[in-house]
């Protein structure tokens, strides 16, 4: 057996599915029931949000690591459900290791990818829903999808602009949807400077991950809860300051 290819696949498997924002112990349990379907006993797991470490141990003793670093990340649900499949199919059939591994360095290609037009939209749109579930009318409606457009350019094309720190660039997001929010309404556009808000606002809120930080304290992965609840309560800071920040500016003119 050559434990290091072996470890490789392993690691890259729970990489992948730590990148597409799996629970802790989806991501131990997986990794962990792929290395003991090709006869590994007894192997360590441990991961946290931004890091992954599986070893094992040889039949001489020899302890072999390997350890990834895990970057900022989403949730990509495609992705999740694919690792997912691909690890059962990898521990029913146990195929040889250099087919697993091209199975396993294949999945990021095999997720579809939506165009930035789509994507976009898509940022128009959920906000437009939201409206009237907040009571808003018609109008409200419209101005909650052109807020949504605003947010989804600063979000997909402010990069370079705001930089990459996910606190400033929430702040920067939520302060432009509550200024032009108030800005429609004042216009005339709009009826509610609240609904249009808070509509526009819920495409920022970090809602997979507080329930991901809730199903983990729930699984014992206290650390990583508590971690993933930190970064959540940072978001909906950086929400919070930014649409007061967006509001105040708004009302100086």
Known sequence: MDYEKLLNMAAELGYQLMYSGAEIYRVEESARRLLQAYGVEAPEVFAIP???????????????????RVPA?????????????LC???CAQVPPLDEAQ???NALPDAIPRYSA???????????A?????????LRDTGCSFFCGLAVGLCLLYGGKFIGANGFFRTAVCSALAAFLALALVEAGLGESVDV???ATLMVLVPGVALTNAMREIMAGDTFSALSRTADAIL???????GAAAGQALGGFF
Do not use: K, W
């Open 50 to 68: 931004n890091c992954l470490i599986v070893s094992v141990a040889t039949p001489e003793g020899q302890p072999v690591t390997r350890m990834r």
């Open 73 to 85: 990340h989403g949730t990509d649900i495609e992705l999740l459900e694919r690792c997912n499949s």
């Open 88 to 90: 059962r199919r990898l």
């Open 102 to 104: 091209a199975a396993v």
């Open 117 to 127: 037009r789509l994507m976009l939209l898509g940022y128009g749109v959920a906000p």
């Open 129 to 137: 829903f939201f409206a009237p579930l907040f009571g808003g009318g």
């Open 196 to 198: 249009v808000t808070i």
């Open 235 to 241: 978001v909906a800071s950086a929400i919070a300051l």
